[in-house]
């Protein structure tokens, strides 16, 4: 079927496959159950009926995981979808980062980590149609995936497993979908793809859907269902459970004081970064990196959709040295970042009072 490519740097030769429709090799359309997600939603529909046939109704606990691959490059949409590609495509809007990195020729753009600048010269889409058509794409593939989690869910109503059962919709990273002429996600911090969905069913019905606002981790997801289980965790585990704010028992001050460490290491290329959000009031959410290997750090506030680097903004610069303290202390509360600590003090030595031991790693 038709293929959406992106552009080598030299905006000549045809770069990464980022895919496209799929037909039968008899040029019949392929059918939508013969995806992935399709695959494996009837996959746990037979993983559940053989639990339950060991004797998992009487009342034993019954744990399901479903790892859906998509959406992931390269998407296989069904040919048969091509019209509602077609109207998807209209309605993309780019993100205002796109058209600043074309206009800069997609090189480094000012204040902006190289981090950057070297993913979109190995997956970066320089041309604005084939940009339009990989988030329609992806837009598709989600449907797709749609569609397959809701078959799983009708097969846990079907068989009398949903209103007691606690279910978890989460994702491991974000995409990009253009911001800054990228997609998919890379070793950098940014919001973009540090950020994911996270949807609960609880155990027992709520009288209306909520949306809980207090900052929340994956790390979370593990202790949320030990604890729905009636299993103590252990002390390794850093995460809290969710329970309490799923009952709408819980006050969300020392939530919103939790300090999450992202770390990026190495991908496509090495980068080095630690970052953490800092949800100061309901109007004041931000994002901070620390970039260890480069000279340019990253400050984003949550509650906007422009994803603009703030850390040279003058108006910013009391925010940008609260986060720099707050990382600090964070850094050398926990033995386990230490090796993240040293060139972190030195890169802000502007903002952090040195001490005697600074340059001592171990």
Sequence with gaps: GEVVRGMHPDRKTPGNNYGGFVTQSGGEPFPEEGTYPHYLAALAEERMDAALAQGVSDGAPLYLQVDFFAPHQPFMIPGELRSRFEDLRKRVVLPESFYSARENDFRRLPGEPRIYWIYRMDTGVYDESAMRDYIALNILQMEVLDRAIGKVLAALAERGLYDDALVILAADHGEMNGEKALVDKGVYGHPKTARVPLVVKPPSPLEKAATVCAPVSLLDIAVTILDAAGVTTGARLD??????????????????????LYEAFWHIAPNPAVAMQWRKSDDEHYFYVANLCDDCDELYDLNTAAHENLIGDSSFEDIRRIMILRMNDFLRSDERWRCYMFPFRMAHADVLPQEEGDLQMF
């Design 239 to 260: 995460g809290w459970s969710l329970m309490p704010l799923i009952n709408g028992a819980a006050d969300e001050a020392p939530w919103n004081e939790r300090v999450f």
